[in-house]
């Protein structure tokens, strides 16, 4: 069977991403205005954190039975989480849902029509750390780039690579106490709860069985994905 994707997707590369990346690394357009507040003396730390493939109705905090990210659900029993429950993807796919986190596309109005918030952020001198504990190929590929890839390539970056979340924590916490008296801007990416199943290696963290790394709809690959999510929480 010859698979659609082939088809689809160089045709949303070129419809979507390509105009999209051309904006994104665009050194000479206009970027986002941003404001910060002059009575600010505390320095700031800011920390975006995607968690791939995370779903709303898997985590107790949005009434799943189980209790598959329990450090969250501690934070929003604290009132110390905002869990939006009403809120929808900006697309389907991780490479074009970068764009709608990124920039000022919304679901409505998808073209991208200025570069992403990091620059204004950069001109202000908050410095821009990215942990990306995810494919290298899929940030370092620069023949066909993505939103993904060019942002990593945008000046002011320093950017970590890792196949390993468990590797690249402990670098993140070094990095923010490190620039503790500096504004900063860290962005984590992993790889979450992605499939293959097979690229991880959550053996202490299977505490829903049996398992299965097969992504069908029987009780086994539930499980697995359900793991994946109290991995990533602990």
Not at 10 to 39: C, D, G, H, W
């Amino acid at each position: 069977v010859f698979p659609i994707r082939r088809i689809v997707e160089p045709f949303t590369y070129m419809v979507t991403e390509l105009p999209a990346l051309k904006r994104i690394m665009n050194q000479e357009e206009k970027p986002i205005e941003t404001k910060r507040n002059s009575k600010q003396t505390v320095p700031l730390t800011l920390l975006l954190h995607i968690g791939e493939s995370a779903r709303y109705d898997h985590v107790k905090m949005n009434g799943y039975e189980r209790d598959t990210m329990p450090n969250l659900t501690k934070y929003y029993n604290e009132g110390n989480l905002i869990s939006f429950k009403d809120a929808i993807s900006f697309a389907t796919c991780t490479r074009l849902s970068w764009l709608g986190i990124v920039t000022p596309a919304t679901i409505k109005d998808p073209v991208v029509r200025a570069q992403s918030f990091i620059p204004s952020l950069n001109s202000q001198d908050i410095k821009t750390n990215c942990f990306f504990s995810c494919m290298e190929k899929t940030v370092r590929n620069t023949n066909t780039p993505t939103p993904l890839s060019a942002l990593t390539v945008k000046s002011g970056y320093k950017c970590y690579l890792t196949d390993s979340a468990m590797v690249i924590y402990p670098e993140l916490a070094k990095k923010i106490d490190e620039n503790a008296q500096k504004d900063s801007f860290y962005v984590y990416y992993g790889e979450g709860s992605h499939v293959p199943y097979t690229n991880y290696d959550h053996s202490k963290y299977e505490i829903y069985k049996p398992v299965s790394n097969k992504v069908t709809k029987d009780q086994a690959t539930i499980n697995n994905y359900d793991n994946t999510l109290y991995a990533t929480d602990d």
